[in-house]
Structure formats: structure tokens, C-alpha cells
């Protein structure tokens, strides 16, 4: 029996994230080898609003794509379809919402659709697939903070910028003799400032699963001025806490909470305990942009044609999985019931600490 070629949908939504035009590409080219059209909908669930706001995606439309940053279809952590606000918290999208796009994907006479997104737009794609909307998720976070997969494309870019910033700022600081610290991003996770720390040869990396305390850093810096090394890295990630501090949030939009603000305060109090000269560089959304490492590459070109492979089969409601060098699937909610976060006496910490790096606890 010829199989009936379908129509997909895909959609890239929330943060943005190097590799995301990767599974574009791997998507449109695995679709049309089966004779398959793809429909890309812009800026991520908006774009299944009535009458619906697409671009039809061709092998020759996503060419040259997948060294770009960003995604070619847009995307949004806001809107309609904001089914996550804050850590752990859920909202229900609004019933007449999900009819709406039910109905611009009948009209369309689309079968599946494949969201690529983080833990946000995953809860979403849940939600719209217990509705009865057929739904593949791809995993998408520089974070790496999602369960139920290994690892993310977009996590490995991210680290490569914090370890290429690190690189940058060893030379000025040792120039100087200064403490610089750098404040990344990960949300609620440490993963970039543990990679990203480990790579770039930071001295001092500040977590959020390991509460600080301000005087174990600077007796670290102390410690390093007395061996001889005059200049000290410190990592902070963006959700790092003292031991009984609270969370450092910039701005508070739409129930979710902004990151942001602890880089400078470690520097000050580096600053007043060691009398050293510190500075800070928060490097913020230049983690985010750019082109995908080789490896985000490879794995969004992985993740994209795996999905088209589980609309095939009628794996509806899975996600994409990296597992022992297998891309697998599982289901959409076993990566969104909680974020994956860094464990304090794996082997990763236990090898930074062996290493000399201090956590501050
Ligand atoms: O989740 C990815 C991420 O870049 C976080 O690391 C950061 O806290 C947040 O998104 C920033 O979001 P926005 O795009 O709203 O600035």
C-alpha cells in the first residue's frame, strides 16, 4: 500500500538558541524525502492562530540555514499559549485557544506538528497533544535544564561563548591582577557555568545547587594571591544564591521571573573582604546568539529528522530523547514534570573541585 503523503507542521517557540534552524533543516529535508510538505509556523504557537501564519518550508527555503543563529521562523516566550510561568507553575491554555488552533490545522489539513522548544513550550505541546492535537516535541534549551534527554543542542554553543569569554578575560586579568567575574546564564541550573566554568579554566564557579558563602570566595581569591597566581575567574550563573540568600531577579514579566544581578554583588563583596580590584562582565545574551558549535549542528539535524521519523510511526505525544549517543524518544511529560538540575556530588563537580575550582561552600 503507497503511504498518503502528509502535511507537517513545525514551530520554533521561547528563548531562541543556536542549532534551532539545524532541526529545521534536518526536518524539511527528512519530510520531503517522503514527499512530505512542511508548514513553518512563525513566531512559535502564534502562528496557529486563525487564519494562520506560515511559511511553506522547502528544501531550497531552508538552505544555508544551519550555520545561522536564531530561527528563520521566529519565536516568542510570550503570548497566547504561555502554559509555564515561573519555576514549577503551570497555566492552563485557555480552551477557545487550542480550538482556535485546532481549527487553522484542519484547515490547513495538517496531521502532526513538531514543537521545538524548551520546558515552556513542551508543557504547551503537552497540553495541546491531550487535547487530541497530534504533537512531537524536540528539546531546545542553552539551559540544558530539561529531564528525560542527556543533552539539548543549543547547551554546547553556550558553553563554548562562556569558555571563549573566559579566554578573553584570563589576559586582561592577569594583565591587571584582577578578580574578574563573569555572570552567565541557565536560569534555575548550573549547567553553563559548570561547563562553560570548567572549560575556560575558571578559578571560582558559583551554582545555584551549591549555596555560596561570600567569605569561602574571597578566602579563595586570598588563597591564590598567596600561591602566586594574582588573578582569579570566578563563574557565577545567573540563578546562583547565597547559603540562605535568595534569588537576585531583574525585572518580573508575565508571572516569570528575569534573572540577573548576582555577578555584581559577588564582585563588591570580593571587593570590600580582599581589598583586590575586581570587575564584571555579564555576558548575557551573547550566549545565546550566533552559530551553532559543530556539535549543536549534528545533534539538530538528529533531533529534526528523528521527529519527522515519530510522526511516521504515529509516536504522537513523545519528544525527542539523547541517550548513550541514541537519539530515542519519550513522552513530552516525562521532561516537563521538573528541570533537570546539576546533582553537587556527581563526578563533574567532584573533577572541578579536584582541579582546584571552589564552589564557595
Ligand atoms: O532559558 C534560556 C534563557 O536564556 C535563560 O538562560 C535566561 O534566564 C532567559 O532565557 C532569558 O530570557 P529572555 O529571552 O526573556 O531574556
Not at 513566531?43 to 528563520?72: C, N, Q, S, V, Y
Not at 485546532?102 to 506538528?113: K, M, P
Not at 509516536?315 to 516537563?336: C, R, T, W
Request: aromatic share 4%.
Amino acid at each position: 500500500m503507497t503511504e498518503i503523503p502528509k502535511r507537517i507542521g513545525v514551530l520554533t517557540s521561547g528563548g531562541d538558541c543556536p542549532g534551532l534552524n539545524a532541526v529545521l533543516r534536518g526536518v524539511v529535508r527528512a519530510a520531503t524525502n517522503r514527499n512530505w510538505k512542511v508548514f513553518g509556523f512563525v513566531d512559535g504557537f502564534e502562528g496557529l492562530l486563525p487564519p494562520g501564519d506560515f511559511i511553506p518550508l522547502t528544501t531550497a527555503r531552508t538552505a544555508g540555514i544551519m550555520h545561522l543563529g536564531g530561527t528563520i521562523l521566529g519565536t516568542t516566550n510570550r503570548g497566547h499559549f504561555v502554559a509555564k510561568v515561573g519555576e514549577g507553575s503551570k497555566a492552563e491554555i485557555p480552551k477557545e485557544i487550542i480550538e482556535q488552533a485546532r481549527e487553522t490545522l484542519r484547515r490547513l489539513q495538517i496531521d502532526a506538528v513538531i514543537a521545538i522548544g524548551g520546558d515552556g513550550s513542551l508543557t504547551t505541546a503537552q497540553q495541546l497533544w491531550e487535547s487530541g492535537i497530534p504533537m512531537i516535541g524536540v528539546p531546545k534549551t542553552i539551559d540544558n535544564d530539561l529531564e528525560a534527554t542527556a543533552t539539548t543542542f543549543g547547551f554546547d554553543s553556550a558553553v563554548a561563548c562562556v569558555a571563549d569569554a573566559l579566554d578573553r578575560l584570563h589576559t586582561t586579568a592577569s594583565s591587571h591582577k584582577r578578580a574578574m567575574v563573569i555572570e552567565v546564564m541557565g536560569r534555575h541550573a548550573g549547567w553553563i557555568a559548570l561547563y562553560g566554568g570548567l572549560a575556560g579554566g575558571a578559578d571560582i564557579i558559583l551554582i545555584p545547587e551549591i549555596p555560596f558563602d561570600h567569605e569561602r570566595v574571597a578566602n579563595a581569591v586570598k588563597k591564590r594571591d598567596a600561591d602566586g597566581c594574582l588573578s582569579t575567574l570566578i563563574v557565577v550563573a545567573e540563578g546562583a544564591r547565597e547559603i540562605e540568600g535568595h534569588l537576585r531577579a531583574r525585572t518580573v514579566s508575565s508571572g516569570e521571573v528575569k534573572l540577573g544581578g548576582i555577578g555584581e554583588i559577588v564582585a563588591h563583596e570580593i571587593a570590600q573582604r580582599t581589598g583586590k580590584e575586581t570587575r564584571t562582565c555579564v555576558l548575557g545574551h551573547l550566549q545565546r546568539g550566533g552559530a551553532p558549535t559543530t556539535l549543536d549542528r549534528i545533534l539538530g539535524t538528529r533531533f529534526g529528522v528523528k521527529a519527522v521519523e515519530l510522526i511516521a510511526e504515529g509516536k504522537f505525544g513523545e519528544m525527542v530523547s539523547y541517550q548513550n549517543y541514541h537519539v530515542l524518544s519519550v513522552p513530552i511529560a516525562d521532561a516537563v514534570h521538573r528541570i533537570k538540575l546539576v546533582q553537587p556530588d556527581s563526578q563533574m563537580v567532584r573533577t572541578c573541585r579536584d582541579v582546584g575550582i571552589s564552589f564557595g561552600d
